[in-house]
């Protein structure tokens, strides 16, 4: 095969489900949003529905309409961006239930849709959607006797346990929503980890899902095996890859790789990353290409026919540090070339 296999475990996936479920006594959504992280929302969500996961959320209601055609009626599908201009027709057809967040949205959904299921986000001090506490002190009331599905809310610095931002949240949010009789929610994975204080009747996890931070004993999900194009002999002094930025300091093997930027293999991560021949690490030299990557096999017995860059070596979180960024970013980046492979017992 010339093209790298991304290997999706899907029994990794429900596991570490089982384990944040287990870390609560809420109930326990998942959220799916671009494309399950990345990694396939319509078989994601297929997978949690087999162990009893029956609420979804997503970003936008379009990918609430394709999680739709996948899952079927039954489950829920939430939609954080709320009920946006446009988005009427396919919310009630996709009985999507928006999460309305400013009292426009609420005017809209009211006047479009006044039967349809709906649920609230305030704002609770992270700034990026939902009411702020005057909006709704104005319309609780109104909204309240509507029967939302759900009050909610996000935090802003929740995979910082000692952040005083998340008490400040939490007691905003408990001003906000004291006393209502709507299920609430504050935590997604990192809410959870700080606490039964946090979490009140639903969580709402996303990446400890898929085998991210902050969710440290996460089980990993993801595998990514890229075959070997050719192996070459680099002599003592000679370069290596674009701008010459790795240069032979004793005769050297070099495999290059079949996947690059394009990939979602981000250059920043430069050489700060290796790959994995069996148990031998490879070290990334040169530069990262778009679709090419360049590694020290020299320590390899034999040339090794495709080597691991992601999996029981190196985690995404390992990946998302040597490129300065979030193992979110390095999930959600993971590239279209790939051959998917979805396993599970
Ligand atoms: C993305 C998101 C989540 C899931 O967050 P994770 O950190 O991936 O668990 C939960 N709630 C909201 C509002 C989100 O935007």
Known sequence: MATATLTIDLDA????????????????????????????????????????????FVAVAEEGAALRQAVGPKPEINVFGGHMAGDTDMISDMMLTPMLN?????????????????????????????????????????????????????????????????PQQLATFKRLTDGISVPRSLAATGGILLGSGYHFDLTRPGVGLYGGMPFVEAAPVTGLSIPVVQVREVAAGESVGYSNTWIAERDSRVATISAGYADGLIRAMGSNVSVFADEIRCPVIGRVSMDLITVDVTDVEQDPKSVELLGLHQSVDTVAEAAGTIGYEILTSLGARYYRRYKSA
Not at 21 to 50: F, I, P, S
Not at 138 to 146: D, F, I, S
């Open 13 to 56: 996936l429900i596991s570490n489900w089982r384990a944040l479920d287990a870390l609560t006594e809420a109930q326990t959504a998942a959220v799916v949003k671009a494309d399950g992280y990345g990694l396939g929302a319509d078989r994601v969500a297929r997978a949690l529905m087999r162990v009893g996961v029956n609420r979804f």
């Open 102 to 166: 400013s009292v426009n949205q609420i005017v809209r959904h009211f006047e479009a849709l006044p039967n349809h299921p709906f649920g609230v986000q305030l704002d609770t001090g992270m700034n990026r959607l939902g009411l702020e506490e005057a909006e709704w002190a104005a319309v609780a009331q109104t909204v309240l006797t509507r029967s939302p599905t759900l009050v909610m809310s996000h935090l802003a610095c929740a995979d910082e346990p000692e952040h005083p931002m998340n």
